[in-house]
């Protein structure tokens, strides 16, 4: 559907059928010729927020999917990395292209770790959490990080209401609500469940100091408001 390489958009159908891991491991092969895939340049611009806020020595990618944030890791920290996925598709990928990750599938609402990172990060996978799930997952990744570990993902702010941005995400919401009403198992994604307030609540809540940044390179809405931020939230 999206070159010669992505998937067909039967393939998709199908894969939105089935549930949110079955359907990743469905996906895995073609997986990186779709938009789905963190782009490069969002990957380039959080390395270069990250850069300086360190020293970063072990780090965790939550979600890692085909290891798209492995390779931010991998700039930014001089030790050892992980990526932790439930797709075991997903996860055969991330290992191909990052052989010397240690990889960990595992449900990211309940994070297998206690304490041993300085960093974790995520891209591309809240949208798969609904806001009664988030509490977990934010504390798993609290449990996971040293004192002084930072959690950093990078999230589109709400585009305002004439933007047409706005109606897409509105309408991709609306189909999944639908979709998710008559047919099982879910699939959960959504795009309008992770306003900044909610997830700087939500983390204030698991623990963090919660501090976010402007990624200049994506631009801002007309009324000025940073397209995308990077929420920094620190485990004091
Ligand atoms: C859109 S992909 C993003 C992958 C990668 N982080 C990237 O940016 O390209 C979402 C990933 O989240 C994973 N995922 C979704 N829900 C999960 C959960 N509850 N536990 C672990 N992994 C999950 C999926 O298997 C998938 O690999």
Redesign the pocket.
């Known amino acids: 559907m999206f070159s010669a390489h992505g998937p067909s958009l039967r393939e998709l159908c199908v894969q939105a059928m089935t549930s949110?891991?079955r359907?990743?491991?469905l996906l895995?092969p073609t997986?990186d010729h779709t938009p789905?895939?963190?782009p490069q340049r969002m990957l380039t611009a959080t390395t270069e927020a990250l850069t300086g806020l360190g020293p970063f020595h072990t780090a965790l990618?939550?979600?890692?999917?085909?290891?798209?944030?492995l390779s931010v890791l991998s700039a930014v920290c001089d030790g050892p990395i992980t990526g932790?996925?439930?797709?075991t598709g997903?996860l055969a990928r991330a290992h191909s292209a990052h052989p010397a990750a240690t990889l960990v599938r595992?449900?990211?609402?309940a994070l297998p770790f206690n304490g041993g990172f300085d960093l974790a990060v995520?891209?591309?996978?809240l949208?798969?959490?609904l806001p009664a799930?988030r509490p977990a997952?934010f504390e798993g990744v609290h449990r996971a990080l040293n004192p002084g570990g930072l959690f950093a993902f990078a999230i589109g702010t709400p585009p305002p209401i004439l933007h047409p941005a706005h109606w897409v995400m509105l309408g991709f919401d609306t189909v999944m609500r639908v979709r998710n009403a008559v047919w099982r198992p879910p699939f959960?994604?959504y795009y309008r469940t992770t306003p900044p307030r909610a997830l700087r609540d939500d983390l204030a809540a698991a623990g963090f100091a919660v501090d976010t940044k402007p990624l200049p390179s994506f631009g801002s809405y007309p009324d000025g408001t940073p397209r995308c931020l990077l929420i920094l939230a620190r485990k004091s």
Request: net charge negative; with cysteine; proline share 0%.
């Open positions: 949110v891991e359907g990743y491991d895995a997986f789905f895939r963190t990618d939550v979600c890692t999917g085909t290891g798209a944030g932790v996925d439930f797709s997903m595992a449900d990211a609402r995520s891209f591309g996978a949208g798969h959490f799930e997952l959960v994604m």
